[in-house]
């Protein structure tokens, strides 16, 4: 399976998904107007990832800002994520934040309680 790599721009996030490491990152902005859009150009990586994942998926997210859009695509992400990721499988989602960002951060936390599921919250700088 190939990786996924998608550059960013001003109103998409990058996204870099290795299928070898398990590691999928998403960074950048979100708040494109045609942001469903975006979406639809790894949703298909995504299932054929989910049908063998490696034995430990992280997902990291650095993300400078998005909008409620992205932010109710992603919880579908995560959730389809946590549900095809069982048994012996395991998997790590990675919220990073700049050090006052409260905004971020409340997004992380929040995502956390939604999904019930915990959320490694890191800083930088």
Not at 30 to 46: D, R
Request: hydrophobic letters at 40%; proline letters at 2%.
């Amino acid at each position: 399976m190939k990786d996924l790599i998608i550059e960013s721009t001003g109103e998409t996030p990058g996204v870099n998904f290795n299928s070898r490491t398990g590691v999928l990152n998403i960074s950048g902005r979100a708040y494109s107007s045609g942001i469903a859009v975006f979406f639809k150009t790894f949703e298909g990586w995504l299932d054929e990832y989910l049908k063998a994942p490696q034995a430990v998926t992280t997902i990291e997210l650095h993300l400078d800002y998005s909008n409620s859009i992205f932010k109710k695509l992603m919880m579908n992400f995560i959730k389809k994520c946590i549900g095809s990721i069982t048994g012996d499988k395991n998997l790590v989602i990675k919220w990073y934040y700049h050090a006052g960002d409260e905004d971020s951060i409340d997004n992380g936390n929040l995502t956390a309680k939604i999904m019930n599921f915990p959320i490694q919250m890191i800083e930088v700088e």
